[in-house]
């Protein structure tokens, strides 16, 4: 196999990793592309990690030079006069506008997105609740997503928190406010033939069977339990909040 058939095979590795990505992680717009890197290595597009992408960068690189970056449809370059930084966007959303982005990126700006979200204030009062500090985002080595496009590989199916002292996994239901760009992306299909939608279903349901399996409980939050606003944001009012969450985890409070 030539040269320039061996990096079309590797671009198509990369833009199935990336949508696998978005399919797994359905509430995440946008990553710095080096956060996808574990996954390309677990899907054997690459042999290991370095300096936190660069073997991704390499590659983002040598396509940006050749003018062929649209071969990869949903990277987006952020440009400076020094540098390039990359980013992986789910179709159809929108790359925030941020001045300071570069900036951000380098201090990990997955993190301080991630820290902004709903899931990640309740999980906060739940830690205070259970005095357990959560694994956030927990994956389980018998927990997979389904084969990869060669059926070689599959992808770990992360838990929205995991708190091992109390034996408990915590998930959230989707939020019934969405926007019509979302209810869009949950009628596209996926690789395997179903829509995002279908295959948020079929991984919730195997999420369950298998925790059931291993005798770990689980408990599902729906948002809807909480004060929102008129877009479905909650409105924090943290001493509400944590009476609510008392009562969902009495059971397991110390």
Not at 20 to 44: C, E, R
Request: some cysteine; overall charge positive; hydrophobic content about 35%.
């Amino acid at each position: 196999m030539d040269r320039s058939r061996n990096n079309e095979d590797r671009v198509a590795q990369i833009n199935k990793v990336v949508e696998d990505y978005f399919n797994t992680h359905t509430d995440t717009d946008w990553i710095p592309a080096k956060q996808i890197m574990s996954d390309l290595v677990a899907a054997g597009v690459f042999v290991k990690d370095q300096k936190k992408g660069l073997p991704l960068r390499k590659v983002l690189r040598a396509l940006d030079k050749e003018n062929a970056l649209d071969t990869i449809p949903l990277l987006h370059p952020e440009r400076t006069d020094t540098a390039v930084y990359w980013y992986f966007v789910r179709a159809g959303a929108k790359f925030p506008k941020n001045e300071a982005i570069t900036q951000v990126s380098k201090k990990d700006t997955a993190k301080a997105k991630r820290e902004s979200t709903d899931e990640f204030y309740i999980v906060n009062l739940c830690d205070e609740i259970l005095k357990e500090g959560a694994s956030r985002k927990h994956t389980f080595s018998w927990l997979f997503g389904d084969m990869h496009k060669k059926g070689k590989t599959r992808t770990l199916l992360p838990v929205a928190a995991f708190y091992e002292e109390a034996n408990l996994v915590i998930e959230f239901a989707e939020k019934k406010h969405k926007t019509e760009a979302q209810l869009a992306k949950l009628e596209e299909l996926t690789v395997s033939g179903i829509t995002r939608g279908q295959q948020i279903e079929k991984y919730n349901h195997r999420r369950k069977e298998m925790l059931a399996k291993k005798d770990i409980n689980l408990i599902t939050i729906d948002y809807a339990l909480f004060e929102t606003e008129n877009k479905g944001k909650l409105v924090r009012n943290t001493a509400e909040d944590t009476t609510l969450l008392k009562k969902i985890l009495k059971q397991y409070i110390k």
